[in-house]
């Protein structure tokens, strides 16, 4: 049986995250919906209505092109509202008899018929064979991420569910100086959130920079885009924001930059910054090695940076 990679993008704002879920009886009695009650109280029954997920999108419009039952395997868990633009996820599917679809008509087409059958917050931007051992998550080599906030007195308009708005000016500089502690592989328990569910806090960041450019269409003149751009081998619940939390707190002159050093010694999540809203997260791109995409048609190399 075929087994193909997406990689996809999305604009998060209105996903309950990556993950398909079905809706709790809270969850339900809050929207006001009976469908949400009954699904809540019988999830066994296929009628059921679940929370708007990425994956359940996808696999929703991958059922209509192969017409045949398709489970998602993502990479990356993104918490609601988050954003991505190289998401990946993988699934099994059997050729259907006598058409050989979707192998004889290639990726192309079947990365066609999907955005075709997606909607608006949801691409992808290509479909690619695998060998049937692929799996995206534990062969994921390496992962990036951004945070983008919008420092200006006047707030965004035509991107603004893509940036967080931080009106207080930010000392970049010191930003800079402060993620340098950050970068190596440490013990992240002070930024990761509780609950986080790993046997492990260690991870390494190989990457950890702070750019700073013009704001688009402001008429502030000093308005600028301050953008964090994190590359791991993995990443704990929250890492990202908790990490660009405690760095904005840099900025703000808040915590002097070489403080960091010391929060992430002390694996206390009580000293680190806040937890950053999902607006402003972008899942950049993951990496895999030569060994996990060799051996099937259609892939010559592993997945470069999306």
């Not at 569910?197 to 003149?221: I, K, M, N």
């Not at 405690?246 to 002097?256: H, K, M, Q, S, Y």
């Amino acid at each position: 049986m075929p087994r193909y990679r997406l990689i996809l993008a999305y604009e998060g704002t209105h996903f309950r995250g990556w993950q398909r879920q079905e809706p709790t009886i809270e969850q339900s009695v809050l929207t006001g919906s009976d469908k949400f009650v009954d699904a809540a109280l019988a999830p066994e029954d296929p009628s059921r209505v679940a929370l708007r997920t990425v994956q359940a999108v996808v696999e929703r419009a991958a059922r209509e092109v192969t017409r045949q039952r398709v489970i998602l395997k993502g990479a990356s868990r993104t918490d609601s509202g988050v954003h991505a633009r190289g998401q990946v996820a993988a699934f099994t599917c059997e050729d259907l008899e006598g058409s050989g679809w979707p192998v004889a008509r290639g990726c192309e087409t079947l990365t066609r018929a999907l955005n075709g059958r997606l909607p608006e917050d949801v691409l992808v931007r290509r479909a690619e064979l695998v060998p049937d051992s692929f799996d995206p998550i534990s062969d994921c080599e390496r992962k990036a991420y951004s945070y983008t906030f919008h420092n200006a007195r006047s707030r965004p308009l035509f991107d603004r569910a893509l940036v967080h708005h931080v009106w207080d000016p930010l000392d970049v500089d010191a930003m800079r100086r402060a993620a340098e502690s950050l970068v190596g592989e440490h013990d992240f328990a002070a930024f990761a959130a509780a609950g986080h569910g790993r046997l492990s806090t260690v991870r390494t960041v190989h990457r950890l920079e702070v750019f700073s450019e013009t704001a688009p269409d402001q008429p502030d003149e000093q308005a600028r885009r301050v953008r964090l751009e994190i590359e791991g081998n993995g990443f704990l619940w929250n890492m990202v924001r908790i990490i660009g939390g405690t760095l904005l707190e840099v900025g703000r002159g808040r915590l002097a930059p070489d403080r960091v050093a010391s929060v992430l010694a002390s694996r206390d999540r009580t000293l680190a910054g806040p937890t950053l809203p999902p607006t402003g997260l972008c899942l950049e791109w993951i990496r895999y090695p030569d060994a996990a995409t060799q051996g099937a048609a259609g892939v010559d190399s592993p997945l470069s940076p999306v």
